[in-house]
């Protein structure tokens, strides 16, 4: 710092020299100047305080971000909002990032629904990894997220039928009342025959425990979290992978922009394929501990038995086909080769 002054001094000395006037403006610009102050990013998140996103995923984002040492800071807020408008907040820069649930946004996105699909045969971390590679290396074109930076990609636990009562075989199934998150998860209910009930997150332990519904489509985390193992007790998944969902962390792409490039560089090292991965990991851990204590308190955690997985594997045989065709339609030439590099990316994200 002496040093600096020492040059700044010299400078305006010989400045005064020509002109007085510009010898008080550097005096100003090199001395009186303020520090540059850090920029600061808005996120909005949503699930609650103690959910595992709130917990542990993003508190060890932002550490990731400071320790960049790019002048960047979150400041993570949780707006009493419907999740379903972050998307828009984010475009129109009322927030400058958030996470979302691209089955919220219906009629928006179909190319994203590809990691929805049953039997993508892997858990959080590794479906958001092999996810994040294969849909922005064969889609990023098709720009799917409009008027958004998106900074990952990634998918909960392996999805479960959680219900009342056991489900012993495919016909119990048929008639169920479930409630499901829309999209693929309504897709495939249909195709069991189960009747989908529409009904937001914070309303689930209501209509579980008013019989409105009979079950539930969720991954076994987010049962625990939202405390609902004393109305559903029997949980079930099926080998290979019944469903996941669909998530996306996006920033208002003005915001991202207006970064200067030592920041948007260090944003980037922290985002993409290794904030897809943190995510996914963050979920898987939650996962665990789910399995651990909705089991402690003597629920039934398990997968279908053989043969009602079998019969529940053909009700969903064409599946892939209706997926495939709603993306040709969104010009993608070869989206059963697209959905076929998916799954192999999982199982080579597995090894």
């Not at 510009?22 to 610009?29: D, I, K, M, Y």
């Not at 962390?249 to 922290?270: C, E, I, T």
């Amino acid at each position: 710092m002496g040093d600096f002054k020492m040059t700044a001094t010299k400078s305006m000395k010989s400045l005064s020299r020509i002109a007085p006037g510009v010898a008080f403006a550097v005096s100003v610009a090199l001395l009186g100047a303020p520090a540059s102050q850090a920029e600061t990013i808005k996120l909005e998140t949503y699930a609650g305080p103690k959910h595992a996103m709130n917990t542990t995923a993003w508190p060890q984002w932002i550490k990731n971000v400071e320790a960049t040492k790019a002048d960047l800071k979150i400041r993570m807020t949780y707006p009493p909002i419907n999740p379903r408008d972050l998307y828009d907040r984010v475009r129109e820069g009322i927030a400058d990032m958030a996470w979302i649930t691209h089955g919220y946004t219906t009629g928006r996105f179909e190319l994203t629904d590809m990691v929805e699909l049953p039997g993508l045969d892997g858990n959080a971390e590794q479906m958001s990894v092999a996810y994040w590679r294969t849909y922005t290396k064969n889609f990023a074109k098709f720009n799917e997220h409009k008027g958004v930076k998106l900074l990952a990609l990634f998918a909960h636990g392996p999805g479960m039928v959680h219900s009342r009562k056991p489900i012993t075989s495919i016909d119990v199934l048929n008639g169920m009342k479930v409630r499901t998150g829309g999209g693929t998860q309504s897709a495939i209910a249909k195709r069991l025959g189960i009747v989908s009930v529409s009904a937001p997150v914070t309303k689930a332990q209501e209509i579980l425990a008013q019989g409105v519904a009979d079950g539930i489509f969720f991954s076994i985390e987010t049962i625990w979290s939202f405390r609902l193992g004393d109305v559903v007790k029997y949980h079930y998944g099926l080998p290979g992978g019944l469903y996941t969902a669909s998530f996306a962390v996006v920033m208002n792409q003005k915001k991202y922009d207006g970064l200067s490039a030592a920041q948007k560089k260090a944003l980037d090292s922290v985002t993409g394929e290794s904030l897809s991965r943190l995510i996914g990991a963050t979920w898987d851990g939650a996962d665990k501990i789910a399995v651990t204590e909705l089991t402690k308190k003597g629920n039934t955690v398990a997968e279908f038995d053989a043969k009602t997985a079998a019969a529940i594997k053909g009700k969903l045989a064409d599946m892939d086909a209706a997926w495939i065709a709603r993306a040709k339609k969104e010009g993608v030439q070869d989206p059963a080769a697209v959905l076929k590099e998916l799954r192999a990316e999982v199982q080579k994200v597995k090894k």
